[in-house]
């Protein structure tokens, strides 16, 4: 089934019901947003879209680029949604590799606009409000009584954009099928009710808010709070008006940190769920002695939709990421894929009727990531622990996971080591108080050359997204091997953790 047909089913019977309450607009109804998601999905048609085309999309967040996506999946396009920070260089990729039929940016996006009219990019609209450009203005012309395109459960709803450990980013294939499993089991798991009212502060760009909290949402038929972007003082007004809220580490933070949370702001919250990132264990008690209520914490990835989660009738130990979902078979695999005891320290491998596609246009990527017997390889170290909870150790390809961003050491290297002078860096994470990870850039010189750092600084700006940016950089004399000549990156976390403590406290 199209998986908007399947929100279909379970929208309110009265559709003036309130799905989208904007802070300080005007409240979106299930009624408005069928009828407008109808026109979107309506221009797509006429513009030549079929089942399987790309529309890649590039806005603010907005309830208007709620809708697009829902057309999307109305037509049969695949959704390609991308980080509002991303450069030029990461967005040729993108284009070159996905070849959308149709971009949709905002108006101010120079970059992408006059990228996508050197790569032919067929349809090139914006995200405003007039003009012959404008997509929202030229839907308003097509009729709302769209018929929801047919699909297979096997055909793609979005591809989401994941880098890897070359550096090269890879497109991450969702069907229909995948994505509605995931929704209809965090639905149960969570138990969503008729009477619950979401606080939405994260990004539509990414699992978290688009998957997520947008499908738990319209699974359930119930209204959301709808915040352009988190801002801790407009999250704390409208904590009392909510019954679930999803965040990021970043956010529990600077909540915790409020002089306002307490036991009483948070009263009507029944639920706060965390993930994206690793949460501090001084967070999580911070957060629970300010508030009076416990996080719960899940463990996801853009290849699995949701994969692990703590349970709402049973005791949360920070550090540990719940249990998996009753649909996921999960386990942990040492060499050769053998599933290892309790308490021993391997891979997460996971089978999920959620799972991925595979990698969009890389078959032999796709298969080096799955098993023999079928269990897809996260490439996170993890131990079960003798209640049955998983706890999350380690990344065996050293990604770093920076404010619910992911954030990989590769792309970030290969800027540094095409400056003059550079030998060689190294990036890796480091504990952080706000943003949950930071990234450490180590870099050595050839001998008697000079790098000053703000050089340094400024190529990564203009290559990568401000999200990537190490938070330190610091130039040594050379970098810790092992006998096959690998950098080993376990020891420059724990070489430079004093100077990375000594950064932290200025």
Not at 137 to 156: G, K
Not at 250 to 276: D, I, K, M, Q, W
Not at 467 to 481: E, N, V
Request: hydrophobic content about 45%; proline content about 6%.
């Amino acid at each position: 089934m199209n998986l908007f047909a399947a929100f279909r089913t379970r929208f309110p019977k009265n559709l003036d019901a309130p799905l989208i309450i904007p802070r300080g607009g005007n409240t979106i109804s299930y009624g408005a947003m069928e009828r407008e998601t109808g026109r979107f999905a309506g221009l797509l048609a006429t513009l030549g879209i079929k089942t399987g085309d790309r529309v890649m999309v590039q806005v603010e967040k907005s309830p208007q680029a709620v809708f697009l996506y829902l057309a999307c999946l109305r037509a049969g396009a695949v959704f390609l949604p991308l980080n509002t920070a991303y450069r030029a260089d990461e967005l040729e990729y993108f284009l070159k590799d996905a070849e959308p039929t149709v971009v949709v940016c905002d108006p101010g996006a120079s970059s992408l606009i006059e990228l996508a009219q050197t790569n032919g990019v067929p349809h090139l609209l914006t995200m405003d409000a007039e003009g012959q450009g404008s997509f929202v203005n030229r839907a308003q012309s097509m009729a709302e009584d769209f018929a929801t395109a047919d699909v297979r459960d096997s055909d793609l709803g979005a591809i989401l954009y994941s880098s890897g450990t070359t550096g090269r980013p890879k497109g991450v294939m969702l069907s229909h099928s995948a994505l509605a499993a995931n929704a209809a089991t965090l639905h149960r798991l969570w138990n969503f009710t008729v009477g619950d009212v979401l606080l939405h502060c994260l990004p539509i760009f990414h699992v978290h808010g688009l998957f997520v909290a947008l499908h738990t949402t319209l699974w359930n038929g119930t209204p959301m709070i709808f915040h352009a972007k988190f801002a801790v003082e407009d999250a704390v007004t409208d904590l009392p008006r909510a019954t679930v809220f999803m965040g990021v580490p970043t956010y529990y933070v600077r909540l915790a940190g409020h002089p306002a949370l307490s036991p009483e702001l948070c009263r009507n919250v029944r639920l706060f769920l965390c993930g994206s990132a690793p949460l501090l264990e001084e967070t999580f008690t911070r957060f629970a002695e300010r508030s009076g209520r416990q996080i719960v914490e899940r463990y996801g990835m853009t290849e699995a939709g949701m994969i692990t989660s703590a349970h709402l009738d049973k005791p949360r130990r920070a550090g540990t990421v719940g249990w998996p979902l009753p649909d996921v078979t999960l386990r942990i695999a040492a060499e050769s894929d053998r599933a290892v005891a309790k308490g021993e320290t391997g891979e997460i491998q996971i089978k999920s009727p959620a799972l991925f596609s595979g990698y969009w246009r890389k078959p032999e990527k796709t298969a080096e990531d799955f098993t023999a017997d079928g269990f897809f390889k996260t490439g996170d170290l993890g131990q079960i622990e003798p209640d049955g909870m998983v706890a999350i150790v380690g990344r065996a390809k050293d990604m770093l996971i920076s404010g619910g961003y992911n954030v990989y050491p590769k792309e970030i290297e290969t800027v540094i080591d095409g400056l003059p002078g550079v030998v060689e860096s190294a990036v890796v994470g480091m504990p952080h108080p706000d943003f949950g990870e930071a990234g450490l850039a180590i870099i050595t010189l050839q001998p008697g050359a000079s790098l000053d750092l703000a050089v340094v600084r400024t190529a990564l700006k203009a290559a990568l997204a401000n999200y990537k940016i190490p938070k330190l950089i610091l130039i040594a004399d050379t970098l810790p091997r092992n006998a096959m000549g690998k950098v080993q990156k376990n020891l420059l976390r724990t070489d430079y953790r004093t100077k990375w403590d000594a950064f932290l406290a200025t």
